[in-house]
């Protein structure tokens, strides 16, 4: 196993020791003959998956967290009518928590109209409550069989101007890419019916595992952390929204101590903002273990890749925290191939060189790393910047210059900086909400009261049905109707 260390990883007990924790981790085993192509930001992805719809002779099956009325949600929406009109099968899924203003405005009606089958992921209702847990997350796209699209990306243009990953898989594991959209859709009402598709040939010669995660499964937070705990020579990870267990913060922690050179990309500004106020208030004990943390200097990076090693890497929709990790759907794929692992480590490479880093101020700064951090992507510093590098030092030594020249000048900012930002707005959110509940009890109950009442009308609801599904049974003990919800 290539995680092993070289004399352990001779031992044919020890590789078969290490797939099957692998395995047994992911839910998923390991399938050779397959092909990835990794695709970078919007442009790449939006295009080849136009490129395959417009190609597309009989099923296109889309599952998608966000489909955005936007540009190109419409482009994409109008494409997927125009197949259905011409005798493509079209099933999409979208979820209702990132769709509820196109679910409310009919954006979808139109899909209807043209023949494709449509259907919302826990939308609310009087039998179901309102769910907002346990999304559907993923972004998964299939075209006849031949090619599925994984990855971060949502159908919005939102996505035009952010830092984003996907993929493009061919070969066998079409058959488990299906798969699992066929049970999401189960999930939400009948199950798929699909004409026969030609089975999946040899892509390729890539191994991989398609890892469909589902709620409490858990499968992608036991990988995540045998990764961590496997990892010789390096563990490069980007994500959106990271928001580390105790556990995955102490597994990252330990393989810093251990030698392994642990690097973490997020975002400096988020597009939720109090996600990224939260991270960091976890920098301070990867930093003091010898983890590197970087904050991506761009619009938005909302990449969710791993890199271990030589011959490892992750792409998918999973974030690093327990919303993904427990409560969603999620899928992803995990890569065994020196090939695409280093394509993965090249493109971290490159995206730090737009990042800032984080260090720790003061007298407890960071150890000095193995191998220098990157400063500019252009070599030697001219006379110039050297000038200005050496003249903001002292005077930072004199007088303590703030973090914003800090970082233009060095190309680092302190954890203490981050910490006081975001300890400051979690204060002050919590102070907030003290005085206002101290001053208007009935802000405190008032939601409880809705959530308990709505919960209350779901359950007495949902007993009604069953005693009048068995009645009916009763009533007419041979007929097929079994009475099943819609699974929303």
Not at 184 to 206: F, H, M, R, V
């Amino acid at each position: 196993m290539t995680f092993l260390h070289p004399n352990s990883a001779s031992s044919p007990l020890f590789r078969q020791l290490a797939e099957q924790a692998l395995a047994r981790s992911a839910g998923a085993p390991l399938v050779a003959g397959n092909s990835v192509e990794v695709l970078f930001d919007a442009e790449a992805n939006f295009s080849a998956w136009l490129h395959a719809i417009q190609q597309a002779q009989s099923v296109v099956l889309v599952e998608m967290y966000l489909f955005a009325n936007d540009d190109f949600g419409r482009e994409l929406r109008d494409l997927l009518c125009r197949k259905a009109l011409a005798g493509v099968r079209v099933y999409l899924l979208y979820d209702w928590l990132g769709c509820w203003r196109e679910h409310y405005s009919g954006f979808f009606k139109p899909l209807l109209q043209a023949g494709a089958q449509v259907r919302v992921w826990q939308a609310p209702g009087l039998s179901r409550g309102l769910r907002l847990l346990g999304r559907d997350h993923r972004k998964l796209i299939v075209v006849d069989g031949h090619s599925a699209f994984i990855g971060g990306l949502c159908a919005s243009s939102r996505w035009q101007d952010w830092r984003d990953t996907g993929l493009r898989l061919q070969g066998p594991l079409l058959a488990d890419a299906i798969a699992a959209f066929a049970d999401s859709w189960a999930q939400c009402g009948s199950p798929l019916q699909l004409p026969t598709l030609a089975a999946s040939e040899p892509g390729g010669d890539i191994a991989a595992r398609l890892i469909a995660t589902t709620p409490a499964t858990a499968n992608l937070m036991r990988l995540d952390l045998l990764i961590a705990g496997f990892a010789r020579e390096r563990l490069w990870l980007t994500d959106a929204y990271f928001m580390g267990t105790s556990a995955y913060l102490t597994a990252l922690q330990h393989a810093a101590r251990d030698g392994v050179d642990v690097r973490l990309l997020v975002p400096r500004a988020s597009d939720i903002g109090w996600i990224a106020t939260i991270s960091r208030t976890q920098y301070r004990p990867l930093l003091e273990a010898g983890v590197r943390v970087f904050e991506w200097n761009g619009t938005m990076v909302h990449a969710k890749t791993a890199v271990a090693d030589q011959r490892w890497a992750r792409i998918g929709s999973t974030n690093l925290n327990l919303s993904s990790w427990l409560a969603n759907r999620e899928i992803d794929l995990a890569i065994e191939d020196e090939g695409v692992a280093g394509i993965m480590a090249d493109r971290f490479l490159l995206d730090l060189e737009n990042a800032t880093e984080i260090v720790l101020g003061g007298h407890r700064r960071r150890p000095v790393p193995s191998q220098p951090a990157l400063r500019h992507s252009h070599g030697r510093l001219s006379l110039r910047q050297q000038a200005a590098v050496g003249a903001a030092a002292a005077a930072r030594q004199a007088a303590r210059i703030g973090a914003v020249l800090d970082s233009a000048v060095r190309g680092t900012r302190d954890v203490d900086d981050s910490e006081a930002s975001a300890f400051l707005s979690i204060g002050l959110v919590l102070l907030l909400l003290a005085i206002a509940i101290a001053a208007f009890p009935y802000l405190a109950a008032l939601p409880l009261t809705l959530i308990l009442l709505l919960a209350a009308v779901s359950v007495l609801l949902r007993a009604w049905q069953l005693y009048r599904r068995r009645r009916h049974k009763k009533q007419h003990p041979t007929s097929p109707r079994g009475g099943s919800d819609d699974g929303h």
